[in-house]
């Protein structure tokens, strides 16, 4: 049937949609959440697959109309009164194999990649991809299947490539504040020579990722070509995968499995070795840092996750090293992007403040990098990566990193507002929650409020005297400060005895 | 957050959804698809809880603007300009009783209420609901479940009431094309003098549900208050489930299986239990019809869900009666809203030409009623049931129960184009499909167009010679026409030997 487009300004940000009035839908035999095919009219035809909104009074789309959001509107580039032909489009064959999944069947590659490729074209409703998420959950993917996930992933979407060899990547499953050791060792391994196309992502529970961070310093914003171009140019970047296009599938299961709070471990597997793979990744080393506040609660299960994670690298034909670092309190003294980066700055100039912690774990992970893909010995790697880093190298290489990827958007400058919060009796530092200090970040106002979070004064194994300040929060407003001294109390990050 | 409201004419359909700016969304840390609570201002205070979508650009929604979608603008009357009060609303309790049933835990009597509460309310997003019917399909509920989902959808709901006993009531499981028996059963057993408030659904994958036939004679959109008024007056109805707003969480859950094609048993026994429950139905028939192109395939699986159904009935403390009916064909000889009235009338009129199988079949049920909940004597029940219809007493009460409920909305005549599909060698009719049957009916335009269908001119046992009809198509167009001659090559619904 052809109808006269109105354009409806609404993304759903995930399937195109348009809405067709109930008289046509009658007429045409449409139903709501049917598919549809719209296509231009006249030359250079093109179309997109669509899901059908009906709407059931005349006000907004009246009968030989039909309303098109802007995902539809941008992809066919309609314009106000353009006459598009829609009709009826058969369910993907992808829905078979889901129902197959849900049935306690084993998926092939050839399978997962239909899947995967009807989660890019946007021909999977998010009901459909919800049970997708949920049959992958309750029977579990086994590793040939995360295998072929992985590569489905890869293959439907952008990639970025390089001649050169090796192609070094580091990835942190996460769940520990501070910690941006990816802003130290990328320089390190870059200025001793290395490739690091280093993608990141941002906070989406944290109180920030490495890209929100490092948008304090330069754009992160990149698109392929200047990636390629900044890599190029220095051996290394430190991006925001968002922007880029690789692997947009996984994008959309992480964003069903998030309101769920669902972590499946295929998933996560699968999702974290398709961005590695999308960037041409040949070394890659995993750090997984586990605690009781950590994301992974004992070293029995980051055991566990290892060894996931090194029979996938061989699947896959990458190489992997795994590192178990110690999750048992945030890494380094700032939390929140702009605190972060002076630690940072701290660490790569040198600076006798710099939170040795964060330094001290930052050499450690670029030293195994150095002997894993960088054919140094285990003795001489430490040596090096602590050479490279307190020579000025390594800040050398950063200044021109940010210098390639351009200046931030913005200057951002710490929270104008303050407050300390004290120890309540003396003692020693036995702990510190990581949940607690994040949601406190979170708070104060990180990561939306670039200079908002908390700085820490005090870490486990430090004596404390009564009064003194344990750490101080930023924030740019009244009522966030008085949050944080809220939940502080509630919360209790410190436990000091 | 005080937003300014600008209304805009979508409709989601299911959960109620605003639309934000996305400089507002940075500023209140607000992301896609989390829920906000909507409050009006001043006195009179109404709030909803709805889901955010943020627009990226500042073309529809501005800063400062709130945009709102029907379901809100209608559950807090709003109008243009109106200033509304937002601010986050926690996640439902029931995220964390899904997750359980994912788990493989059995959920409660009280956390199932508590899920369909929050569907009612629509405090679960699709997302949300689709991962609960995930879970009961891939982790069947149990009869205790199924009891606790039954008596949760129906206290969620309106209820239908009258003081009368018994209250009868029928339900078949369908998959079988005419076999309109409600049409007949009701009129009989009102006419004895028993209590029937009826409600029948819409075909969805059929060619014609009770509510589509029925339609052709009487209003079936009735309001909860027009339908007590029938009842009272005349003992029974016959009217659309769909108005009535009963065990509404029912239909969302169905909304959510129909497009992968899932049939959860526990939510089909619970679905059409509280739908029961709902109008206070003492006494139950279900009629299983089993057959190879049937939706219950073998005389085994019918059994099976018989046990179900008896034993859920045990549980709600209902009585309930089982009877398993031929359905290896389709049962009269119209198909599609109108052609199935005319087979109705024939048989409620005494017609010569009424189908004898369905004029069978209903007695047959009418029988089992009388003897379940009438107090009849199975020798008798069935001479009854067969002299009020023969008499002209249920053709009468039929017409009491029509006028009662009012006229149709319009006057459906049969399709004005016809074909006639001809037997291509002579033989016995040995099987005729009833899901090759049901597609070609909707092929010629049934339910949508109430005069199109089929009309069988020969039944299972039935000689034909070449080139005698086997049916004849209705239509209003010649390319459904078209279709249908196409389809008949291929799908072949009638097996001669």
């Not at 109930?22 to 139903?31: E, K, P, T, V």
Request: net charge positive.
């Amino acid at each position: 049937m052809k109808l006269k487009v109105r354009l409806v300004g609404i993304e759903t940000g995930f399937t195109p949609v348009v809405t067709i009035n109930h008289l046509d839908a009658i007429r045409y035999d449409l139903h709501p959440r049917d598919r549809v095919t719209v296509e231009t009219i006249g030359k250079g035809k093109r179309k997109v697959i669509a899901a059908v909104d009906v709407i059931s009074t005349d006000k907004s789309i009246k009968q030989g109309e039909v309303g098109v959001l802007v995902e539809v509107t941008e992809e066919l580039s309609l314009k106000e009164g353009d006459i598009v032909d829609i009709h009826p489009a058969p369910k993907p064959d992808s829905l078979k194999y889901i129902k197959r999944k849900m049935d306690g069947e084993a998926l092939s590659a050839r399978e997962l990649d239909r899947i995967v490729k009807d989660i890019v074209a946007g021909s999977l409703s998010e009901v459909e991809l919800s049970f997708f998420v949920a049959a992958v959950v309750m029977n579990p993917l086994s590793l040939e299947e995360i295998t072929g996930l992985t590569r489905a992933l890869t293959r439907n979407g952008s990639r970025f490539s390089t001649k050169k060899r090796p192609v070094v990547d580091k990835h942190c499953i996460g769940g520990i504040p501070g910690n941006r050791t990816t802003m130290i060792v990328v320089p390190i391994l870059a200025a001793f020579g290395l490739t690091l196309p280093k993608t990141s992502s941002r906070a989406i529970t944290s109180p920030a990722g490495t890209a929100d961070t490092m948008e304090t310093l330069a754009d992160v914003e990149l698109s392929l070509e200047k990636m390629e171009k900044v890599v190029a140019e220095t051996g290394a970047c430190i991006a925001w995968g968002g922007s880029l296009g690789l692997a947009p599938a996984d994008d959309r299961i992480i964003r069903i499995e998030k309101p769920m709070s669902i972590d499946a471990s295929g998933l996560m597997l699968s999702s974290v070795m398709a961005k590695k793979f999308s960037v041409g990744a040949t070394h890659i080393l995993i750090d997984i840092p586990y605690g009781r506040s950590a994301k992974v609660s004992s070293r029995f299960k980051a055991e566990e996750l290892k060894q996931h994670f090194l029979s996938l690298g061989t699947l896959l034909g990458m190489k992997l090293t795994v590192m178990l670092t110690d999750g048992n309190q945030p890494i380094g003294n700032g939390i929140g992007p702009v605190l972060e980066t002076r630690d940072v700055l701290a660490v790569l100039q040198n600076k006798p403040d710099a939170p040795q912690d964060f330094k001290e774990k930052s050499l450690r992970l670029a030293a195994e990098l150095l002997e894993f893909a960088g054919g140094l010995s285990k003795r001489a790697s430490y040596e090096v990566a602590k050479d490279v880093l307190e020579s000025g190298s390594a800040w050398k290489k950063m200044q021109e990193i940010i210098a390639a990827q351009g200046p931030p958007k913005e200057q951002f400058k710490l929270g104008h507002l303050r407050t300390k919060l004290l120890a309540t009796h003396a003692g020693t530092v036995k702990s510190i929650d990581n949940k607690a200090i994040s949601k406190l970040a979170r708070l104060a106002g990180a990561p939306i409020t670039k200079g908002a979070g908390l700085y820490l004064h005090k870490k486990v194994g430090d004596k404390v005297k009564k009064g003194e300040p344990l750490y101080t929060a930023y924030a740019d407003s009244t009522e966030k400060i008085r949050h944080v001294k809220l939940y502080h109390e509630e919360l209790k990050p410190y436990r000091v005895k």
